[in-house]
T-cell receptor
Framework: ELKVEQNPLFLSMQEGKNYTIYCNYSTTSDRLYWYRQDPGKSLESLFVLLSNGAVKQEGRLMASLDTKARLSTLHITAAVHDLSATYFCAVDKKAAGNKLTFGGGTRVLVKP | EAQVTQNPRYLITVTGKKLTVTCSQNMNHEYMSWYRQDPGLGLRQIYYSMNVEVTDKGDVPEGYKVSRKEKRNFPLILESPSPNQTSLYFC???????????FGPGTRLTVT
């Protein structure tokens, strides 16, 4: 059974500092996703990582994938208040179609 | 505008009173699915559909039904809701095996 674990579950950040969220998954998967969710809102797609060593960056966020370690990281550089949200990673397997298996989420709060 | 819509967005009901949450997409997607979101558990798939009249169980199907009579619509039916079905529900759609999934705005359901 495919399981996805994120840590930490909660991250209190100071503005201007760097932080990392970790996402581990239990079995081989084909694609890894990072989503952002603001309170009361739907999921916003941030990144899709398709292969080992993939790295994607958008603004202060950078995601990477190590398929051998079954690990993805979401790195936040110089945190700002606007990044306060809950972040989810998810994986899927092409053989299982479009089903996404999600981690439990990391709630991020950036304090001034 | 490409979108997934859900109705209602908020619903408070009582145990045992049948309800339906509608989901509609305007992108001609084959694949549609329902997820529920609970704190600390991320999103878990309830049911999915690969095309009209083709549906199957996800990870947490107990207490739910679905139907797919038209390509654009995928309603979620709770025949006899119970308090443990209090949750935030998301509908999603995509082309088959595409990594680009579109999520609806969510339906917050409370069962008392």
């Amino acid at each position: 059974e495919l399981k996805v674990e994120q840590n930490p579950l909660f991250l209190s950040m100071q503005e201007g500092k760097n932080y990392t969220i970790y996402c581990n998954y239990s079995t081989t998967s084909d694609r890894l996703y990072w989503y952002r969710q603001d309170p009361g809102k739907s999921l916003e797609s941030l990144f899709v990582l398709l292969s080992n060593g993939a790295v994607k960056q958008e603004g202060r966020l950078m995601a990477s994938l190590d398929t051998k370690a079954r690990l993805s990281t979401l790195h936040i550089t110089a945190a700002v208040h606007d990044l306060s949200a809950t972040y989810f990673c998810a994986v899927d397997k092409k053989a299982a179609g479009n089903k996404l298996t999600f981690g439990g989420g990391t709630r991020v709060l950036v304090k001034p | 505008e490409a979108q997934v819509t859900q109705n209602p967005r908020y619903l408070i009901t009582v145990t045992g009173k049948k309800l339906t949450v509608t989901c509609s997409q305007n992108m001609n997607h084959e694949y549609m699915s329902w997820y529920r979101q609970d704190p600390g558990l991320g999103l878990r798939q309830i049911y999915y559909s690969m095309n009209v009249e083709v549906t199957d169980k996800g990870d947490v199907p107990e207490g739910y039904k679905v139907s797919r009579k038209e390509k654009r619509n995928f309603p979620l039916i709770l025949e006899s809701p119970s308090p443990n079905q209090t949750s935030l529900y998301f509908c999603a759609s995509s082309f088959w095996n595409s990594y680009e999934q579109y999520f609806g705005p969510g339906t917050r359901l409370t069962v008392t």
